[in-house]
């Protein structure tokens, strides 16, 4: 059975850093697209960054250009989102998903309505 799971949400202070990591079940990375997503209260799902297994294609978000870096461990089946420098703005819950076949062989989007198989999410908050 194809499953995503989130873990390493937590609290930080403004300026801090977490590593979110996003385990693969049921399926072998490979050639997959992984997208990583956050929503705040109230507001919409945001595509945070992604990544092609394959190549290490990767796209973020302008609003975490810079700060975030996201990874792919193939050993663990993992991909992983490193976020530094973080802002209460970054807060809320951080979900990841696999792509949508055909979507984009070497590259991926940031488009919620590509993907599928939504993990549970992991809550992030940020602040003093």
């Known amino acids: 059975q194809l499953q995503l799971v989130e873990s390493g949400g937590g609290l930080v202070q403004p300026g801090g850093s977490l590593r979110l990591s996003c385990a693969a079940s049921g399926f072998s990375l490979g050639s997959s697209a992984i997208g990583w997503f956050r929503q705040a209260p109230g507001k919409a799902r945001e595509g945070v960054s992604c990544i092609r297994a394959s190549n290490g294609y990767t796209d973020y978000a302008d609003s975490v250009k810079d700060r975030f870096t996201i990874s792919v461990d193939s050993a663990k089946n993992t991909v992983d989102l490193h976020m530094n420098n973080l802002k209460p703005e970054d807060t809320g819950v951080y979900y990841c998903?696999?792509?949508?076949?055909?979507?984009?062989?070497?590259?991926?989007?940031?488009?919620?309505?590509?993907?599928?198989?939504w993990g549970q999410g992991t809550q992030v908050t940020v602040s003093s």
């Open positions: 998903a696999l792509l949508r076949l055909p979507t984009l062989r070497n590259a991926c989007v940031r488009d919620p309505d590509y993907f599928h198989s």
